[in-house]
């Protein structure tokens, strides 16, 4: 027996050491296409700079998404692929909210009233993007807490495509266009760089937002409850805590997140419709799985390095933009196969591990 247990492990010694000199072998691979291109393409410097903000602003967004991800993941072990129609359903409440202060004439007056007009519709979104994670935590996966984890998953991608697949039918195929206010249009020109104010107020945004969102949960109270959950649901119980209560704020925080993010990407992009949430979700989680799944700060820098990559990999490494989804999500299977855990490591209770 212990001469078989020697080889067992030396035989995964073997495996990781194999798996670590493909590894350096890729990323070699990678450095010396970036090189050759950026030599031979010689682009300037503004161009990256314009392309890396480009990638904060996506990275913003991607993160907001990210902790929905990773906060249900922390505490319930599964993962809600139908976070991201959560933030289109809350991008489609923004539009309308949009038209309804459009009507009252709010976005064409003093700075002020637009400003206010702006939280308003943010507000909107958030509080209809909360009601939705709120009924699927109720109706797709409380019922389902203690079935096998495979079942809540596909309960996750039924309610996916039933939320795309409602919002199709009720408000059709063609796209709702965002109107920005004349506060919000344009941006700021530093030489040849350009900052568009909509993609300013995205990448800000996101980090309060995100900074508020660790404040709720390293220093308050519910914050320490959600930990316990995440921890020991079955131990939180006996010390008093309403797991119940604190799974359902778990989903209003992320889903609040997603909310906001659903209306920003809407005025950045100015357009949103049944399936704007699908790509994005995907990307959010790649970018959780590359900050390491149930790791706040982690899902914040996965995802500002994944918008970063893919806005500057195609350029990089001398390919059509159109195939930054590929880099994207060869990314995921890249770290799923070299470092499964994410750069910074998966938060689990043992019991969880």
């Known amino acids: 027996m212990a001469r ?16 670590r000199y493909i590894g350096i072998a890729i ?22 700079i314009s392309q890396a903000l480009n990638g904060m602003v996506l990275g913003g967004v991607y993160a907001l998404v990210a902790l929905g991800y990773t906060l249900v993941y922390g505490i319930l072990f599964m993962i809600n692929f139908a976070h991201g129609e959560v933030m289109m359903l809350g991008g489609i409440a923004g539009f309308f909210a ?22 308003f519709i943010m507000l909107i979104g958030m509080v209809t993007s909360v009601l939705i994670g709120m009924t699927l935590e109720r109706l797709a996966y409380r019922p389902l807490r203690q079935a096998p984890r495979l079942v809540p998953l596909i309960s996750a991608i039924g309610a996916s495509l039933f939320l795309q697949y409602s919002v199709l039918l009720i408000f059709g ?14 941006g700021l020109r530093l ?44 131990t939180a119980a ?16 992320g889903s609040a997140l997603a909310g906001a993010a659903g209306v920003m990407l809407g ?19 790649t970018a959780a799985v590359l900050g390491g799944i149930g790791n706040i700060p982690g899902a914040m820098f996965g995802a500002l390095v994944l918008g970063l990559i893919e806005a500057i990999g195609p350029s990089a490494l001398g390919i059509p933009t159109e195939y930054k989804d590929v880099i994207a999500f060869t990314l995921l299977v890249l ?17 969880k591990a």
């Open 4 to 19: 078989h247990a020697e080889t067992a492990q030396k035989l995964r010694i073997d495996e990781q050491a194999a798996t």
């Open 27 to 48: 990323l070699a691979l990678i450095i010396w296409r970036v090189i050759t291109v950026g030599l031979a393409e010689g682009y300037p410097t503004s161009f990256w």
């Open 98 to 119: 949009l038209q309804f202060a459009q009507g009252q004439g709010w976005m064409e007056g003093p700075w002020l009233v637009v400003v206010v007009a702006l939280l």
């Open 173 to 186: 195929v063609s796209p709702h266009s965002y109107r920005k206010p004349a506060l919000i249009s344009g």
């Open 191 to 234: 030489g040849n760089v350009f900052i568009p104010y909509t993609g300013a107020i995205i990448f800000i945004t996101s980090v309060l937002l995100m900074l508020a969102l660790y404040f709720i949960i390293q220093r308050t109270k519910l914050g320490r409850a959600m930990r316990a959950v995440a921890e020991d649901r079955s």
């Open 238 to 253: 006996l010390m008093g805590v309403d797991v119940d209560a604190v799974i359902v704020v778990t989903f209003m925080l």
């Open 267 to 285: 005025f950045h992009n100015t357009v949103v419709k049944f399936n704007s949430g699908f790509m994005p979700g995907l990307k959010a989680f």
């Open 335 to 351: 770290i799923l196969i070299f470092r499964p855990s994410g750069l910074f490591g998966e938060v689990l209770s043992e019991k």
